[in-house]
């Protein structure tokens, strides 16, 4: 049996993706895609003096500091949206063992990210395979002991941690908003496309995105959006 009515700000396209644009499901997408934005450019900036190559993963410094934070952070902001959304309650603030609750209905441990960009030959990560595992994440570990103690744990303020946590905003946004998590500024996807390797990518994004598909019939959307648009509830809460 498929599910009748989309869960609040989980995509699945088995259905169609018109319902990702209605306020209902999610009304701070635009904010959330500019946020993320924002730091991917200043990755790009950060690539200018930084050569994006395997031996320069260790580099760390006060500028990539503040984009793993800022970055991390943007991560987590995203994770409470679709927990509370979804009517996700527990007693105390939420934490990595509550975020990783969203890998069960969206796969993402399971996305991958393609880096065109880097030298000499392209490079492909999982930045949330561990969550397929654990309930931790190494980056996000990371973040959390430099955060907390940055005199002992500057190191950790690494390329390759900030890499990580920047794709993983990509991804947990691209588990919401589908194709419209590379636009920003209103609703089309024109400028969207698939490479060779079925990886997702926008006009000038960074990364290339392919993510979790293989969802069995139970667990696929099957409604006809038109039809339900309308009605007082259209959308489903996740059980987490």
């Known amino acids: 049996m498929s599910i009748k009515k989309p869960y609040y700000r989980i995509a699945r396209v088995e259905s169609g993706t018109e319902y990702i644009l209605d306020r209902?499901?999610?009304?701070?997408?635009?904010?959330?895609?500019?946020?993320?934005?924002?730091?991917?450019n200043d990755l790009k900036k950060i690539l200018e003096y930084i050569e994006p190559v395997d031996e320069n993963m260790h580099v760390f410094s006060h500028?990539?500091?503040?984009?793993?934070?800022?970055?991390?952070?943007?991560?987590?902001?995203?994770?409470?949206?679709?927990l509370n959304a979804n009517?996700?309650?527990?007693?105390?603030?939420?934490?990595?063992?509550?975020?990783?609750?969203?890998?069960k209905a969206t796969r993402v441990s399971e996305y991958q990210i393609k880096m065109n960009f880097w030298y000499p030959v392209v490079k492909i990560i999982m930045p949330l395979s561990d969550w397929s595992k654990s309930q931790s994440l190494n980056w996000y570990k990371n973040y959390n002991l430099v955060k907390h103690d940055r005199v002992n744990y500057f190191s950790l303020a690494k390329l390759e941690n900030v890499i990580y946590a920047v794709a993983s905003v990509l991804i947990i946004l691209y588990s919401q908003f589908n194709e419209y998590a590379f636009n920003p500024y209103n609703d089309e996807t024109m400028l969207v496309q698939k490479d060779k390797d079925d990886f997702w990518y926008g006009a000038n994004s960074l990364f290339n995105i392919k993510p979790y598909e293989?969802?069995?019939?139970?667990?696929?959307?099957?409604?006809?959006?038109?039809?339900?648009?309308?009605?007082?509830?259209?959308?489903?809460?996740?059980?987490?």
């Open 87 to 103: 009517g996700y309650k527990k007693r105390g603030n939420l934490d990595i063992t509550d975020y990783r609750k969203i890998n």
């Open 24 to 40: 209902r499901y999610a009304p701070d997408r635009f904010t959330l895609i500019q946020s993320y934005q924002l730091i991917e």
């Open 214 to 240: 293989n969802w069995s019939a139970p667990d696929q959307y099957y409604f006809a959006w038109p039809a339900i648009e309308t009605t007082e509830s259209p959308f489903e809460k996740y059980a987490f």
């Open 63 to 82: 500028r990539l500091y503040e984009l793993l934070l800022r970055s991390a952070t943007e991560f987590e902001t995203n994770c409470k949206g679709i």
